[in-house]
């Protein structure tokens, strides 16, 4: 065998002819000339040093090379066929483990519901939620999409704005039974306040519109865990600033109540965000098309 490197076509071809049982066959079956096909065979044999085909007037024969070479050529040939079209079934096809990178915080339950419809329209689709509050390199980590809080860093990514979230001040009804009357921002002073301390452990400054004011508190509690801050408001523990988007289940049930309506501080955009790529899969274009509308709901805009 000479070091040219394999050309695949001409294997291919040797393949069609030998199946064939004959390069006329071959030739019809394929749209090509014999002359092509006997052109291709001899290169072939002649770059691995060995003769495939013994050709007569009648008939054509596998030498024992060439019958070895078959059964193993046959069989990779066939392996490469059947990996290109689960790749073309997978342009077209929802398929295979789609891995989702979300802030821990917004693991609810509406949130599943939108993730089991999905899966329920692509029953080839396995889906894994990562969720850390660290922004994980995407492509490093082998993630599809990520669901991203806050403002976005210059990146490849690609990113779609699917709706934002307001910190607003909430408290557990059952504080406000016995808690000071709360009419306007300044009144907060009179309250346990319960610090995100990112967000401030001795002022809060509330905006409605173009108003825009700093007010001192009395804290209660600080912390730069957010899931704690709410676990003090859910335990009647004061007055909290939280993403109206994790408060939503328990303002339905009437448990929180969204306190100085209009005012909030910090105002942060949601966004999905995937990395660029010159075809997208269809577990991920469907998951985009489909997913970001339902998730759109759940963020006010």
Same mark, same amino acid.
């Given at each position: 065998?000479?070091?040219?490197?394999?050309?695949?076509?001409?294997?291919?071809?040797?393949?069609?002819?030998?199946?064939?049982? $004959?390069?006329?066959?071959?030739?019809?079956?394929?749209?090509?000339?014999?002359?092509?096909?006997?052109?291709?065979?001899?290169?072939?044999?002649?770059?691995?040093?060995?003769?495939?085909?013994?050709?007569?007037?009648?008939?054509?024969?596998?030498?024992?090379? $060439?019958?070895?070479?078959?059964?193993?050529?046959?069989?990779?040939?066939?392996?490469?066929?059947?990996?290109?079209?689960?790749?073309?079934?997978?342009?077209?096809?929802?398929?295979?483990?789609? =891995?989702?990178?979300?802030?821990?915080?917004?693991?609810?339950?509406?949130?599943?519901?939108?993730?089991?419809?999905?899966?329920?329209?692509?029953?080839?689709?396995?889906?894994?939620?990562?969720?850390?509050?660290?922004?994980?390199?995407?492509?490093?980590? $082998?993630?599809?999409?990520?669901? =991203?809080?806050?403002?976005?860093?210059?990146?490849?990514?690609?990113?779609?704005?699917?709706?934002?979230?307001?910190?607003?001040?909430?408290?557990?009804?059952?504080?406000?039974?016995?808690?000071?009357?709360?009419?306007?921002?300044?009144?907060?002073?009179?309250?346990?306040?319960?610090?995100?301390?990112?967000?401030?452990?001795?002022?809060?400054?509330?905006?409605?519109?173009?108003?825009?004011?700093?007010?001192?508190?009395?804290?209660?509690?600080?912390?730069?865990?957010?899931?704690?801050?709410?676990?003090?408001?859910?335990?009647?523990?004061?007055?909290?600033?939280?993403?109206?988007?994790?408060?939503?289940?328990?303002?339905?049930?009437?448990?929180?109540?969204?306190?100085?309506? $209009?005012?909030?501080?910090?105002?942060?955009?949601?966004?999905?965000?995937?990395?660029?790529?010159?075809?997208?899969?269809?577990?991920? =274009?469907?998951?985009?098309?489909?997913?970001?509308?339902?998730?759109?709901?759940?963020?006010?805009?």
């Amino acid at each position: 065998m000479n070091n040219q490197h394999p050309d695949l076509n001409d294997t291919l071809v040797f393949v069609r002819v030998a199946q064939a049982g $004959g390069f006329s066959a071959a030739a019809r079956a394929m749209g090509m000339p014999t002359s092509t096909l006997s052109v291709r065979v001899a290169r072939l044999e002649q770059r691995l040093g060995v003769t495939l085909l013994q050709r007569t007037t009648r008939r054509l024969r596998l030498t024992e090379a $060439g019958q070895a070479y078959l059964h193993q050529a046959a069989r990779g040939l066939d392996e490469i066929l059947q990996a290109e079209a689960q790749l073309d079934a997978g342009r077209h096809e929802a398929q295979g483990l789609l =891995r989702i990178t979300l802030p821990i915080d917004m693991g609810d339950d509406q949130l599943l519901g939108i993730l089991t419809a999905y899966r329920a329209r692509h029953p080839g689709v396995a889906v894994e939620l990562v969720f850390s509050d660290a922004r994980i390199d995407l492509v490093e980590q $082998g993630l599809d999409v990520a669901l =991203r809080a806050g403002e976005l860093a210059d990146s490849s990514l690609i990113a779609r704005q699917i709706g934002q979230a307001r910190w607003a001040p909430f408290a557990h009804r059952d504080y406000l039974k016995s808690a000071p009357a709360l009419r306007q921002p300044r009144d907060l002073v009179q309250h346990a306040a319960l610090c995100f301390s990112p967000l401030g452990r001795d002022s809060w400054t509330l905006m409605r519109g173009k108003a825009r004011v700093n007010v001192p508190l009395r804290s209660a509690f600080a912390a730069n865990d957010m899931r704690l801050i709410r676990r003090l408001a859910l335990d009647a523990q004061g007055v909290a600033l939280l993403p109206d988007y994790v408060c939503r289940r328990e303002v339905d049930q009437g448990a929180l109540v969204p306190l100085l309506p $209009g005012w909030h501080a910090r105002t942060d955009p949601i966004h999905l965000v995937y990395p660029g790529q010159r075809f997208v899969p269809a577990k991920l =274009r469907h998951f985009i098309d489909e997913v970001a509308p339902a998730l759109s709901s759940l963020f006010e805009r």
